[in-house]
């Protein structure tokens, strides 16, 4: 299973959604992309790739089946998910890879460079966010996917929805918590907690 992102920063959602979907899968292993930039989202993550790296690896420590690929990263670039998906393929021949994905992925898959070529190629993994706001945006979201993919693809899609719910944390949410001076306990790994303090990262004007 192949999870990427940002992780600006990682939070306990993106923790919760791994080990619930290696455990409805029955998945014993997790490889963890974080971006150097994405290529769907203008603008270059608020905090640089070494630190985000290096809170991945904080908040993972103590995630077992859980390994990280840096490739993206020293990469020093933005990389489409199609071509890591290759590497990884061809560096394990005869292997099933599946893809987890958020909510608000799943949305744009369509507008991925070759987003159908993954929905074709891989299994992909959807976790949906806990709470009735979110089953309401989920039901919105299957509405615009349903607008996008002929009916063997949304079958596909539709499968790869994991019935397991996780906390509805944002990034985002966090980014802005911090620039307005507002606590993130229980957000975020106390170890996470504790970098981004040392480091002063998304403090209002910091990036």
């Not at 993130?184 to 910091?206: D, K, R």
């Amino acid at each position: 299973m192949i999870f990427g992102g940002s992780f600006d920063p990682v939070h306990l959602g993106h923790t919760a959604m791994l080990t619930a979907a290696m455990e409805a899968v029955g998945s014993a292993h997790v490889v963890v992309v974080p971006a150097y930039q994405s290529p769907h989202k203008p603008d270059h993550p608020a905090a640089p790739a070494h630190h985000r790296l290096a809170m991945l690896r904080l908040a993972l420590a103590d995630v077992p089946g859980v390994s990280i690929c840096e490739d993206e990263i020293n990469s020093g670039r933005a990389v489409y998910t199609y071509d890591t998906l290759q590497r990884i393929r061809a560096a394990n021949p005869g292997r099933r890879i599946a893809l987890l994905i958020g909510l608000d992925q799943l949305a744009a898959l369509h507008r991925w460079y070759r987003g159908a070529d993954i929905a074709r190629e891989v299994q992909v993994l959807m976790v949906p966010r806990a709470g009735a706001a979110n089953a309401g945006n989920e039901s919105a979201v299957w509405q615009e996917v349903q607008r996008h993919w002929p009916p063997e693809v949304l079958e596909r899609l539709r499968a790869g929805r994991l019935a397991v719910d996780v906390p509805g944390i944002s990034s985002t949410d966090i980014r802005r918590r911090m620039a307005s001076g507002h606590p993130m306990t229980g957000l975020v790994h106390p170890a996470v907690e504790q970098y981004i303090f040392m480091h002063q990262l998304y403090a209002a004007g910091s990036y």
